[in-house]
């Protein structure tokens, strides 16, 4: 496989990991991957997955509609899907993530690219699509309650040498999804 195609593939998996938030507004699903090294080329695989989430709950907190719809509250109670995958990697046993690639469905906020950088991950891979989506829900004017933590993610990685891409690829998932509270069906866009 090529690199766009582990780039779908990958993206693929964070939008099926997406789909199990309980988030009522956005769901989200990241991932976090390295190269395998020391492998045989005949073998199939390039990568290794060392944790991925959604964004929900920590493990063992009740989730109810109060807690899912009440704000500011619910932002204490829900883990973003980066965050909560590099908790995953962790628990996995993989706590060295230096070099490593995150790969999410949307765009990274301030507080998850503090962690992004602290974790030692080298690249940050999302998707194209999230531009139409944005547009949609916003009527063109990007996500204005988000907007200054997503800059200030961007900023945080230009300075740490961090690698951004924006992946444009269909994903072959015919499912709808929640963005900014409207659904989505993420095989229908690109």
């Known amino acids: 496989m090529d690199q766009h195609e582990w780039d779908v593939y990958f993206l693929t998996r964070a939008f099926e990991n997406a789909l199990k938030s309980p988030d009522l507004s956005t769901q989200n699903g990241a991932l976090v991957v390295n190269e395998r090294f020391l492998i045989p080329s005949w073998l199939p695989w390039k990568y290794n997955v060392l944790g991925e989430a959604c964004n929900t709950f920590p493990q063992g907190v009740r989730i109810t509609n109060e807690r899912l719809t009440k704000r500011p509250d619910k932002y204490d109670f829900t883990g973003h899907a980066e965050e909560n995958s590099i908790v995953n990697a962790r628990n996995r046993g993989y706590f060295d993530l230096h070099g490593a690639i995150l790969y999410g469905t949307w765009v990274a906020c301030g507080p998850c690219g503090r962690d992004i950088v ?3 991950i080298k690249e940050v891979v999302d998707w194209k699509g999230v531009e139409k989506m944005i547009q949609e829900t916003s009527r063109g ?3 204005p309650d988000w907007q200054v ?3 200030n993610a961007f900023e945080m990685f230009e300075d740490a040498g961090i690698i951004y891409r924006r992946v444009e690829c269909h994903i072959p998932i015919d499912a709808e ?3 900014s509270g409207k659904k989505f069906n993420i095989g229908k866009i690109i």
Do not use: D, R
């Open 118 to 120: 602290n974790a030692g």
């Open 177 to 179: 999804i929640l963005f």
């Open 141 to 143: 004017e990007g996500m």
């Open 149 to 151: 933590s997503i800059n």
